[in-house]
């Protein structure tokens, strides 16, 4: 008896959930810093490009196979496929899965911390003071580790109500709030005086900033992003109804999640440059950078700066906790088909194993040395490998899977949905797919392995 499998309940419902996946730390922590670094505008300009000529035909890529599949990523991957070889794909999507959650949940516990410090005027004080703040809270070998579990048991407790009752429920409560604090906090941040800076260097491309680097960060940001590449995006197309258009939906996601991005770059550029910081400082740039600006820059109206330090961790950690609910489900999509679980156990499973992971993340934190893999701490090391090996490296793989060894009419059908829609793109599409991707993803792989 083949048993009915659960699906999103609404358009709406369907649309939050996976642009909940996607809006995450990379658009509010990662893509600033990123920007920051590779010279603002040029690398957004570079940026969306990846986004429109990679990022989109990609997922729907994936959306094709995980709405075919109907089943967890390995044997959805296994199915268009045709050949049980090509579960390693969807294997190595859940092995990724748990390298992003073990070091998510330590930079998301980080946001939860934060939201406390803000509120309680902590993150005041000398630019040191602030710097030693965030040094001593994360070398600390328990408060860290401990907010990072207290975060999985959140995630659990969602993903247990199953995939209507808990994650598009909690997406369709969290998503818009997350945007409601969003504009909130640029209101707040572009009418400080000086602010207009930082909107220009946002705006203003430096091409002679672009080099391989830039590709290959943008090329990786834009796949962390959109969390392509590792069956997240699959798992989730799994529970779509087959009326969904999968275009239309990858453009609303791409969207929305680039938008959350460039409107975190317009919290932060222009507060940087009102009171005269850089904004290139790296990942410290929303832990240490970022309070520090805050304090300058509202520096004469204390409510202001209270609701605005709360609002952002806030919505830092709403963005981080709806991206956490999809990669757990990935994971617990594949260990309870797989191992023939019920859903509250294989989330046990996963949650346990997140915990104990998230634990060494944190400590690798603290004591750099114990817990190295490769010679960079275990954080740094899922961070660089997922972010800019195996995301793109899935989705090259989702690239020729789909493109070239799927029968023709089973992706055609997907695609369109079964002769209905979007007919006239499918040739466009299965060409950026089956050849401009996979010949840009490999491109920028090789220019990485001449350039180190
Ligand atoms: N897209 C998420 C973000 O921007 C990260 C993520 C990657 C989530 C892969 C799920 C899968 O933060």
Redesign the pocket.
């Known amino acids: 008896m083949k048993e009915e499998r659960a699906n999103f309940g609404s358009k709406i419902g369907m649309i939050l959930a996976t642009a909940g996946?996607?809006?995450?730390?990379?658009?509010i922590w990662r893509f600033p810093y990123m920007a920051g670094e590779h010279g603002g505008a040029a690398f957004i300009l570079v940026y969306a490009a990846c986004i429109a000529l990679l990022g989109i035909p990609c997922m729907v890529a994936e959306f094709v196979v995980g709405r075919h599949g109907a089943a967890n990523a390995s044997r959805a991957y296994a199915r268009i496929g045709g050949h049980k070889a090509w579960k390693a794909v969807g294997v190595m999507g859940v092995v990724t899965g748990f390298a992003?959650i073990s070091y998510y949940t330590v930079v998301s516990g980080w946001c939860l911390q934060y939201v406390w410090a803000a509120a309680a005027g902590q993150l005041e004080g000398s630019p040191e003071a602030i710097s030693a703040y965030f040094e001593s809270f994360s070398k600390d070998p328990v408060r860290p580790a401990m907010w990072a579990v207290a975060f999985m048991l959140g995630t659990h407790f969602v993903i247990i109500h199953g995939v209507r009752g808990g994650i598009e429920r909690a997406s369709k409560l969290m998503m818009p709030a997350l945007f409601a604090l969003l504009l909130v906090v640029v209101a707040a941040a572009c009418t400080l005086p000086g602010a207009g800076k930082g909107v220009e260097f946002l705006l203003k491309p430096d091409f002679s900033k672009i080099d391989g680097s830039v590709l290959l960060g943008a090329l990786g940001q834009a796949f962390?992003?959109?969390?392509i590449g590792?069956g997240?995006i699959c798992t989730y197309a799994s529970y779509y109804s087959r009326q969904t258009d999968l275009v239309r939906s990858a453009v609303q996601i791409s969207f929305l999640d680039t938008l959350v991005a460039i409107l975190a770059g317009l919290v932060i550029f222009p507060a940087a440059f009102s009171v005269g910081i850089s904004p290139d400082s790296g990942p410290s740039l929303t832990f240490i950078t970022l309070p520090n600006v805050f304090q300058q820059a509202f520096s004469g109206s204390p409510a202001v700066w209270l609701i605005a330090s709360v609002s952002f961790y806030v919505l830092l950690s709403l963005a981080a906790f709806t991206?956490l609910i999809?990669?757990h489900e990935v994971c617990t999509a594949f260990i309870s088909e797989e191992l023939h679980m019920s859903r509250r156990k294989g989330a046990a499973v996963v949650t346990a194993a997140g915990c104990l992971l998230g634990v060494l993340c944190a400590l690798s934190v603290a004591e750099p040395e114990w817990v190295a893999v490769a010679g960079m701490p275990l954080f740094d090391f899922f961070d660089f490998t997922t972010g800019q090996i195996l995301l793109p490296l899935g989705g090259l793989l989702t690239c020729i899977v789909v493109g070239w060894w799927a029968p023709k009419a089973v992706v055609r059908d997907q695609f369109t949905n079964w002769g209905t829609v979007n007919r006239a793109l499918y040739r466009s599409w299965i060409f950026l797919v089956g050849v401009v991707c996979p010949v840009l993803i490999s491109a920028i792989f090789v220019n990485q392995l001449f350039m180190s």
Do not use: D, R
């Open positions: 996946s996607a809006v995450g730390l990379g658009n992003i962390y992003s959109l969390s590792m997240c991206s999809s990669l």
